[in-house]
C-alpha cells in the first residue's frame, strides 16, 4: 500500500486521517446534518470516530489514503476526502491465473491508476479556493510523484454541483453508467464518471492554476497569490 503523506498546499493541509481530527470532523460536518447527501458525512463524534477507524481499516488493506482537510491559518478541519480504488498494473502478465499469493514487487506499493472521491466539505468554505487547492495537491501527488496514468473521478449523476465542479477542472467525461449502485438515500443511482489523464494533466494544472489565481483576485485579502505567475511558482515545489 502506499505510505501516508502530509500534503501541504497554499491555503490547506491534507493530513492521513487519524483519531485527532475526530472532533474537527464533527464541527465541521455539524452545517451539514439535516441536508441531503451524496457522500459519508459524519454527524457527531461517535460517527466521526468510526468514520476515521474505517478509513484506517482501508489503509490497512492497501485499498484508500483517507484525508483531513486543515485550514492552514487557523488549523481548522474543514472536511475530507481521499484517494481511493487504488489500481497496480506492475509485473509480469502470468496465464494461467494461479491460486498462489500474489508476491509484491519492490515497486507494488506505487499505483498506476487512482481514484479521488469520498469528499465533503463545511459548507462555509465551498465553491471557493479550499477545493481547488485540495483537488491541486492531490492531482499533483497522483501524476508528478506516483506518475500515475490515470485518475477517475465519480458522482452521482444527480448530484449537480459536483460533476460541475468537476467540470471546472478539465476532467473529461466518460459517460453515465445507468442503474450502477445504491445511494444514500436507498434509491438506485446512476453513476457519471469523469477521468484525466497523464497527458492532459499539464493543462488541467494550468487551468487549476488560473481558477485559484482567479478566486484570489476577488478576495480583498487572498489567501493565496492573486497571479497564475506568482502560483506556477509556488505550485512548482508541491508533490
Known sequence: MPAPVILDGRIVRLEPLATHHVPGL???AQALRGQPGFTVVPHGEQEARTYVFQAEAAQLAGSALA??????????VV??????RLDY????????????????????????????GNTWLTPAVRGGQVNLDSKLLLLTHAFDTWRVRRVTLRADARNLRSRAA????????????????????GEVRDTAFYSILRDEWPGVRERIIEQLAARAAQ???PLIPATAEALRALTASIG
Open 26 to 28: 464533527a464541527a465541521a
Open 67 to 76: 484525508f483531513a482537510i486543515v485550514m492552514i491559518g487557523d488549523e481548522c
Open 79 to 84: 472536511g475530507a476526502t481521499r484517494f481511493t
Open 89 to 116: 498494473w506492475q509485473g509480469p502478465l502470468t496465464w494461467p491465473l494461479s491460486a498462489e499469493p500474489v508476491t509484491a514487487s519492490p515497486g507494488g506499493a506505487i499505483p498506476d491508476a487512482v481514484e479521488i
Open 166 to 185: 468537476i467540470e471546472r477542472l478539465g476532467a473529461v467525461s466518460d459517460g453515465v453508467r445507468r442503474a450502477h449502485s445504491r445511494g444514500l438515500d
Open 219 to 221: 478576495r480583498r485579502a
